[in-house]
């Protein structure tokens, strides 16, 4: 058991490190350097270790930016369910998780266009599994909110995977396509997340 514990905690490390020297090559050196060559002899292990883990350099940088979004949000990667605040209400459940939702894809905007420019010059397609588990993490966490609404009476039913998805999925869209023309936080909630969800209790 110390065994597996300690390799846990090498891996966790070695994981770390590779993040860390990606957005260096990346932030310092430009979107040229960031290979698997450079990745592997900065982090000091080997190419067939990231090849195991992600298809191409893209998908990694892809990793790198998401894990410091996250680190340098407060809002951690694996939501504990159990432990998110309950705010009272359903409306302030909303409230709180659109207030980190912000914080966390404001930090996502300092790599959008460097990112962006990094996938034309490579001409490659990134995987979607990032965005997948954005999307089962809005799912869980919309099913934790919506039970809570059910015992308060505010809901009879889970709303539809849709409407579990439509705050982050608006908060995306804001975010990196109109920032000029972003709601705030309550305008977004009161007028369009929280109808959709009552609707669910007709």
């Not at 900065?42 to 190419?47: I, K, Q």
């Not at 914080?103 to 996938?119: A, G």
């Not at 579990?164 to 920032?179: D, E, K, Q, S």
Request: proline share 3%.
């Amino acid at each position: 058991m110390e065994k597996e514990i300690q390799t846990r905690k090498r891996g966790i490390t070695l994981e770390n490190t590779i993040y860390d020297v990606t957005l260096k090559l990346f932030d310092e050196e430009g979107v040229d350097e960031v290979t698997f060559y450079n990745i592997a002899r900065l982090a000091n292990t080997s190419r067939s270790v990231l090849y195991r883990r992600w298809t191409n350099p893209s998908s990694l940088l892809l990793a790198a930016v998401h894990h410091w979004a996250h680190k340098n949000s407060g809002y951690p990667e694996k939501i504990d369910l159990k432990n998110f605040p309950d705010m009272g209400s359903l409306r302030g459940d909303l409230i709180e998780n659109a207030r980190r939702n912000a914080i966390l894809y404001d930090s996502f905007s300092k790599y959008l266009v460097k990112f962006s420019m990094y996938r034309m010059a490579n001409g490659e397609n990134i995987s979607d599994d990032i965005l997948i588990d954005a999307e089962e993490g809005a799912i869980a966490l919309g099913k934790c909110f919506a039970q809570r609404a059910i015992k308060r009476g505010e809901l009879e039913t889970v709303p539809t995977k849709e409407v579990l998805m439509l705050l982050g999925n608006l908060r995306r869209y804001y975010t990196f396509v109109a920032p000029n023309s972003a709601p705030t936080i309550e305008e977004l909630i009161d007028n369009i997340v929280l109808p959709a969800w009552l609707a669910s209790k007709k």
